[in-house]
């Protein structure tokens, strides 16, 4: 049972280049969310997913899409970094939109865009 | 003003101290309120939830909401050196629409040395 699992761990891309963060848990969770961590900011919801075939909005969605591909796997897509978008980005689960106080994080990816 | 508002610390106690975490909010229609706990380049994970207010405990640790004065505490009695890590502190709504979205405080650097 290895719980939320994210790929890759570590990133660096150029201004202007794209690329999928891959999440998948195994907890048969329905909710999945999306998160980035800066030094001083705590964590910020990206985009989650209350149930498969759902997105919605999180505070900071700006330059970023998702796909919740099945109920195992929801991704993060940056079309075209930027610098400030340079952060630690991690994956979490719930059972239910409405257990979101119980959320399981993965190990984070963390990228630097240059 | 953010709505959830931690002191980032960082905070440094000798084994053995009771060590007290608090973090404030302005959103009286939160009624969720949790810590999570953040080893170094981990993800983080649940310590506790409490909703509405009053305590609940939870072996060494003990949490605490008052929402008259909106103020949120985490209590360690007996600190360790494993104890220390970041703590973030997190509120979401009871229910509605978008519960799933929590909020979270900027999280307090804690170091409990031997």
């Known amino acids: 049972n290895a719980g939320v699992t994210q790929t890759p761990k570590f990133q660096v891309l150029k201004t202007g280049q794209s690329m999928t963060l891959q999440c998948a848990q195994d907890m048969n969770h329905n909710s999945m969310y999306w998160y980035r961590q800066d030094p001083g900011m705590g964590l910020r919801l990206i985009y989650y997913s209350a149930s498969e075939g759902t997105t919605d909005k999180g505070e900071v969605p700006n330059g970023y899409n998702v796909s919740r591909l099945n109920k195992r796997e929801f991704s993060l897509r940056l079309e075209s970094a930027a610098p400030s978008q340079t952060s630690v980005y991690f994956c979490?689960?719930?059972?239910?939109?409405?257990?979101?106080?119980?959320?399981?994080f993965g190990p984070g990816t963390r990228l630097t865009v240059t | 003003q953010k709505e959830v508002e931690q002191d980032p610390g960082p905070l440094s106690v000798p084994e053995g101290a009771i060590v007290s975490l608090n973090c404030t909010y302005s959103n009286s229609a939160f009624q969720y309120f949790m810590w999570y706990r953040q080893y170094s380049r981990k993800g983080p994970e649940l310590l506790m939830y409490t909703y509405s207010s009053g305590n609940k405990e939870d072996g060494r640790f003990t949490a605490q909401v008052d929402k008259s004065s909106k103020y949120i505490s985490l209590f360690i009695r007996d600190s360790q050196p494993s104890d220390s890590a970041t703590y973030l502190c997190?509120?979401?709504?009871?229910?509605?629409?978008?519960?799933?979205?929590?909020?979270f405080g900027q999280g307090t650097i804690l170091t409990v040395h031997p």
């Open positions: 979490a689960s719930s059972a239910f939109e409405d257990s979101s106080y119980e959320q399981y």
């Open positions: 997190a509120t979401r709504w009871a229910g509605g629409t978008s519960y799933g979205k929590l909020t």
